[in-house]
C-alpha cells in the first residue's frame, strides 16, 4: 500500500500561485502514473492533472490547462502541482493519487491510492 501525503495547500488571492506537494511512502513504491483531482464542496471529485512516472508524459484538464503544470521528483518519490494565475473556481481540496495498473488518467477509479487532501482557497 502505498501512502500519499499532500502539502502546499492555503489562501491566496486571485491570480496568486500555489505549489501543491504530494510525498509518496511505502516499499516498493511502483507507480504508472500519478495525478491530482479536487472537489469543491457539493461537487464531485474532477479530474486535473496526471503524469506517467516513467515516461513523464502529462495530461490536463482543459480548465487548468497554460496554468497548471505537474511535475515529479523520481528520486525522492515526490508529486508536485505548480498552480498559477489562480481564479476563484479553483478554490478546492485538492488530492493526489497513484495508480500502480494501467488506467484511463481521468478517472478517480484508476488510483490504488490516495491522500487526505489539502485545501486551496482563491479569494476574489
Known amino acids: 500500500q502505498v501512502q500519499l501525503v499532500e502539502s502546499g495547500g492555503g489562501l491566496v488571492q486571485a491570480g496568486g500561485s500555489l505549489r501543491l506537494s504530494c510525498a509518496a511512502s511505502?516499499?516498493?513504491?511502483?507507480?504508472?502514473?500519478m495525478g491530482w483531482f479536487r472537489q469543491a464542496p457539493e461537487k464531485e471529485r474532477e479530474f486535473v492533472a496526471a503524469i506517467n512516472w516513467i515516461g513523464g508524459n502529462t495530461y490536463y484538464a482543459d480548465s487548468v490547462k497554460g496554468r497548471f503544470t505537474i511535475s515529479r521528483d523520481n528520486a525522492k518519490n515526490t508529486l508536485y502541482l505548480q498552480m498559477n494565475s489562480l481564479k476563484p473556481e479553483d478554490t478546492a481540496v485538492y488530492y493526489c493519487?497513484?495508480?500502480?495498473?494501467?488506467?484511463?488518467?481521468?478517472?478517480?477509479?484508476?488510483?490504488?491510492?490516495w491522500g487526505q487532501g489539502t485545501q486551496v482557497t482563491v479569494s476574489s
Open positions: 493519487a497513484s495508480m500502480r495498473n494501467g488506467g484511463r488518467v481521468v478517472v478517480t477509479t484508476s488510483y490504488d491510492s
Open positions: 511505502g516499499r516498493p513504491f511502483s507507480s504508472v502514473a
